[in-house]
């Protein structure tokens, strides 16, 4: 029979699971029809979006670089009864996720109309701050549980850091979420100020994988498959650890937190173990960092679990979860999508209940304010 | 071995499926091809509801530009993350020995027969006239 889901499971796990609730640090709400996010843009970007629609930094018009696994990559299960795409009901996502794995906050991350991929940087703020509004009318307002996240465009900084301070005025959200795939690696100079602002604020930066730059999304090139370019999200999220800590962002802003979401784990280790020793050869390059390129991955940065990694012998998940330190993880479902996480079976081998503790929820609390 | 009378088979529609407790376990029945299937209803990988699986073909190539489909149907494929499964075994379809869902054997017979007995769901009502779908767990 199967040995995959059947794991033995440890009396405190079986204990400590009645009275867990869990923070979700990766639900994805969608708009249920264009006509909901227009009525928050000015008429000239309605008359944009209406006429001139979406266009990508990608050579694709209406569709994306590579067939994705299922319709809107969701999970077959999630399209809700009453119509609309998956993630646009939230009658139907309270009923299928909210309330079932008793999620006691969910973070939103929104994707739709590709926000951060759009060619023009104009229209693309202008959907940006569009959705801002949208998280907080349609999600956060009718279900309290539900946290909104600021999209912040760093391409055009002026307009990012902006959209930042509306937002922040406001005071609802609990993140400001930039794109993993920008002009630039997110070290660059360009990009600090967003950085500077996001850390007075004392708002964590997420970076949520996924949409297309202007660049190919492997440092190979441009992949042939859907599968390849889905294992490019974490060698995105690598070049993008590299980038922040090599330039010294946590140097330089030491109290900015910053969130990798939907990258997985599992690149971490190599990843901070090469790092540290090339630091050791070359720290003279880099006189602007003043430890060890590890450490500050240590203090800095978080990073959610999902897609999470399944090793044939599960003892090496765990020593995953050891080597990246259960204080660095928060749980995250993904919810609607199809390579959703499910709390209760994601992780196939056993946790201490302090780690389930961290993991589920106690790491994003502390982080989030929650 | 306890045999449960659970539907008529009208009850379920050809390509549709139900899900039915018996013994405190969800079991999906699904209706393929004038067949039915009993299988946990639940994907051994991520605990996935199977009655949400899609049912799809065998699809064999034996060379490039030539494909059959064969089985319409008898294949599941989980509605989270796409593992595939025999529906007739519960077998997957990528690790066959080590990776299966939990199958039930699954008879139709007539009202008639059950009503010569013995049966277990004794509060189902059965009549002469339909058939019946029974789970053997």
């Known amino acids: 029979m199967s040995d995959v889901i059947d794991r033995p499971i440890l009396a405190e796990e079986a204990a400590a699971r009645s009275r867990l609730r869990i923070i979700d640090c990766d639900v994805h709400p969608s708009i249920h029809a264009h006509s909901d996010i227009e009525q928050f843009m000015p008429k000239r970007w309605q008359e944009h979006l209406r006429t001139y629609g979406s266009h990508l930094r990608t050579p694709y018009i209406g569709t994306t670089p590579y067939p994705r696994s299922s319709p809107l990559i969701a999970r077959r299960d999630a399209w809700p009864p009453t119509g609309g795409p998956p993630g646009s009901d939230l009658d139907f996502m309270r009923k299928q996720h909210l309330d079932p794995l008793d999620v006691e906050f969910g973070i939103l991350q929104v994707l739709d109309l590709f926000i951060f991929s759009q060619q023009n940087l104009e229209f693309g703020a202008a959907i940006q701050r569009a959705i801002n509004d949208w998280q907080l009318a349609f999600w956060s307002d009718r279900e309290p549980r539900l946290k909104a996240s600021i999209l912040a465009g760093q391409d055009d900084t002026q307009l990012a850091i902006a959209e930042i301070e509306r937002c922040a005025k406001i005071g609802r959200y609990v993140q400001i979420n930039v794109c993993p795939r920008a002009n630039e690696p997110l070290g660059r100079r360009r990009y600090w100020p967003i950085y500077e602002r996001a850390q007075e604020l004392g708002l964590p930066l997420g970076i949520h994988v996924g949409g297309y730059g202007g660049h190919a999304p492997t440092g190979g090139g441009w992949p042939s498959y859907y599968v390849e370019e889905h294992q490019s999200n974490a060698h995105t999220m690598a070049a993008q650890l590299t980038s922040l800590v090599l330039e010294g962002i946590p140097e330089r802003f030491p109290k900015l937190k910053i969130v990798f979401i939907e990258g997985g784990f599992g690149w971490i280790p190599s990843a901070t173990w090469r790092m540290d020793r090339h630091f050791d050869a070359f720290r003279s390059e880099v006189p602007h960092l003043k430890r060890r390129p590890s450490e500050y991955v240590k203090e800095h940065f ?12 599960a003892r090496h998940l765990r020593s995953l979860i050891e080597w990246v330190g259960a204080d660095r993880l928060l749980f995250s479902s ?18 201490t209940e302090t780690e389930r503790a961290k993991i589920f929820n106690g790491n994003a609390r502390a982080l989030y304010k929650l | 071995m306890a045999r449960h009378i659970v539907a008529r088979t009208t009850d379920i529609p050809p390509g549709g499926n139900k899900v039915f407790g018996v013994d405190g376990r969800d079991i999906v029945v699904f209706h393929v091809n004038g067949e039915f299937f009993a299988l946990l209803n639940r994907c051994p990988h991520a605990g996935a509801p199977l009655e949400k699986a899609a049912c799809v073909a065998r699809l064999t190539s034996p060379e490039p530009g030539v494909y059959q489909r064969s089985r319409v149907g008898e294949l599941l494929r989980c509605a989270w993350h796409g593992w595939e499964f025999d529906m007739r075994n519960g077998q997957s379809y990528f690790d066959p020995k080590r990776v299966k869902i939990r199958s039930y054997p699954v008879a139709v017979e007539s009202g008639e027969e059950l009503q010569k007995g013995p049966y277990i769901a ?7 006239e339909d058939s019946y779908v029974i789970i053997e767990t």
């Open chain 1, 334 to 351: 993904d919810y609607p999508h199809w390579d959703f996480d499910d709390p209760r079976y994601a992780f196939k081998t056993p946790l």
């Open chain 2, 122 to 128: 004794e509060t189902f009502p059965v009549h002469v």
């Open chain 1, 302 to 313: 978080w990073f959610t679990t999902q897609p999470i990694d399944e090793p044939d012998d």
